[in-house]
């Protein structure tokens, strides 16, 4: 079983930018394909961004590209994801997600394990 330890959120204005970070307790972050998905009050789960291939590639939601950048840091085994220019419409809980092998990144099912989530608020 993998831990998810996220960190990061928090209030910010419209315009702002945030780093959430997310580290699997006691495992390599490179034995994983990992990304975030986030959840708004009311609405469904969705896709923001990823790591596939096992870092080799990555992939965007189309609401997230040009704002949002997925990285990683091998040494401090550690996943970032830098949002800027943020709208009051990217205010959610934040879920880090991480899985041996991902296929279709962009649906819940396919990804094993989840972080216990983090809120962004845009304040407008």
Do not use: H
Not at 1 to 9: A, H, R
Not at 12 to 22: D, E, F, I, T, W
Not at 44 to 61: K, L, N, Q
Request: aromatic share 10%.
């Amino acid at each position: 079983q993998v831990q998810l330890v996220e960190s990061g959120g928090g209030l910010v204005q419209a315009g702002g930018s945030l780093r959430l970070s997310c580290a699997p307790s006691g495992r390599p972050i490179t034995l994983y394909d990992m990304g975030w998905f986030r959840q708004a009050p009311g609405k469904e789960r969705e896709f923001v961004s990823a790591f596939i291939r096992r870092g080799v590639g990555t992939r965007y939601a189309d609401s997230a590209k040009g704002r949002f950048t997925i990285s990683r840091d091998v040494a401090k085994n550690t996943a970032f994801l830098q949002m800027s220019s943020l709208t009051p419409e990217d205010t959610a809980v934040y879920y880090c997600v991480a899985s041996a092998t991902i296929i279709n990144p962009t649906i819940t099912s396919a990804w094993t394990f989840w972080g216990q989530g983090t809120q962004v608020t845009v304040s407008s």
